[in-house]
């Protein structure tokens, strides 16, 4: 593990340099690649000098134990061995999960797309649930969110909405999100006062920039439309909505979400950009959803992930088999703990796949 440290710090030297180099200062594509590789590697560095230092001391310590007649000073040396060995046990822990290679798409911002499955309106009423359990954790996080596109349920809800989250690392939480998300209660329109079960898929995929995919004007089919929503104000009468259709994938996109078809062209741009984007990046989350279940709704959309159930107060992820009872939380935000398990989870399969 030290020589893997030892590279590892070298690398982060090698790009100190390189990005004060003028001619990389001058490429902004390069120059913000290495801010980011180098703000990814400062926290390995940080703990590898915590660990060098430690090792050092415990050398220290042991010279003193065995060369050292002071029977006072030996006393203190043993003492403090103990202390320095716990010390370097615990790092050593904590540096192998962070060494693990991370997926570079973890540090990106996410499109989040939620459609309303199987139950009809309560699926929809369910979808709206869901969509405002993470604007609010959001919120929390300090996170940015951007509409996309909306179709609102008859009954309320949503039976589909799209929608960007800025902020750092958001698609690195945001992954463990994607899947079928499975809802148990009494529905607003039932009258027997039965316990239906009705569900809404979730989709997260990494926001793909410029530099990850490249769409050529000839490929694209712009069309705009008239954009359909309640209350009639000028955005409902202009042309400002725009569809775009990438030919060579048949893939469509639509944005009505601003005045502006200046920027719902942006915004169906970077959803495209996505959409094309995650036809190879399905590949990288198919390869370890058959490695690691945490993953698994990532590389597969149809997948349960999660049950809410409103009789019993509780909520239970699947693929880890937590259950906890503090759904009333849960669904106005607080879902850090979810995901923070999800994590430690996925990390101690890496782990094991690191053996």
Known sequence: MLKKLEDIYKKFQDLEKQISDPDVM?????????????????????????????????????????????????AYAKEEMVTLMEQRDQMEEDIRLMIIPADPQDRKN?????????????ASIFAGDLYRM???????????????????????????VIFN???????????????VHRVQRVPKTETQGRVHTSAASVVTLPEADEFDVEVKPEDI???????????????????????????????????????????????AMTVLRTRIFEMEYKKFLDEISSRRKTMVSTGD??????????????????????TLYNLQNIINGDIQELIDQLQLAENAERLKAEV
Request: hydrophobic share 30%.
């Open 26 to 74: 001058g490429d902004m594509k390069r120059y913000i690649q290495l801010s980011k590789d180098l703000k990814e590697l400062q926290p390995i560095v940080a703990a590898f000098k915590q660990y060098r230092a430690v090792l050092s001391s415990i050398t220290t310590a042991r010279d003193i134990l065995e060369h050292d007649k002071d029977e006072e000073m030996r």
């Open 110 to 122: 996410a499109v989040v797309e939620i459609r309303a499955g199987t139950g009809g309106d309560e």
């Open 134 to 160: 993470y604007l609010k954790f959001f919120e929390i996080k300090g996170w940015k969110v951007e509409p996309v596109s909306a179709t609102e349920g008859t009954a309320g809800g949503f039976k589909e």
């Open 165 to 179: 989250v800025i902020g750092d690392g958001v698609y690195g939480q945001m992954k463990y999100e994607s899947g």
């Open 221 to 267: 089919r712009k069309d705009t439309f008239c954009s359909s929503g309640p209350g009639g104000q000028s955005v409902n009468t202009t042309y400002s909505a725009v569809r775009l259709t990438h030919i060579p994938t048949g893939i469509v996109v639509s944005c009505q979400d601003q005045k502006s078809q200046i920027k719902n062209f942006d915004k």
């Open 301 to 322: 959309r149809s997948a349960k992930i999660r049950t809410y159930n409103f009789p019993q107060g509780r909520v239970t992820d699947h693929r880890i088999g937590l």
